[in-house]
């Protein structure tokens, strides 16, 4: 029993880091809006799998030679955070897709076709016309959208009663 408790306290120890950094981690790709010029040029390397693959083998392997225990679970947040963003840009991109086999190819992968030349504005001018008229066009990925937003609230409207009544 004693033995039991201590290992759920291990566990949730370890995987206290894990929520907030994936969280975190699922914007990181985004950061490279801040310094492009387009909304449809901001694609760039952080938006393709092989760069989070190189900070996971790098985090893991410096995980294996530290005594780092956090590693492990952060190094595998960040790359599942990533990679959720890379999926949900993928399946709702508008103007540029998702390059999958970058370097290997330069081919943008997209479910639904995109306008590129729809893009050719600065970023700060997604949230107004005519941008915004042409992103609420494809009315199943913006009820698709709004649906992963409203889950999204409903869980963590959840979580935060648990957390209330623990
Ligand atoms: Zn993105």
Known sequence: MGNALHQKENSS????????VLLIASILPDVDGIWSTTVAGHHSILH???FWLFIF??????????NFS??????????LGAMLHLVTDWIT?????????Y????????????QPEKGQIPVWEMIRDPYFSFYIENIVLLWF??????????????????????
Do not use: C, H
């Open 57 to 66: 083998s790098g985090m893991t392997g410096l995980g294996m030679f530290s």
């Open 93 to 101: 991109a508008r103007t540029v897709g998702i390059q999958w086999l």
């Open 70 to 79: 956090w590693m492990k679970p952060v190094s595998l947040a960040i790359f």
């Open 48 to 50: 393709t799998p092989i």
């Open 13 to 20: 120890q370890t995987a206290a880091p894990f929520l907030p």
């Open 103 to 114: 370097p290997f190819s330069s081919i943008n992968f997209d479910v639904y076709p995109v």
């Open 145 to 166: 959208e709004i649906a992963m937003n409203g889950i999204a609230f409903i869980l963590l409207g959840k979580n935060k009663l648990k957390g209330l009544s623990a």
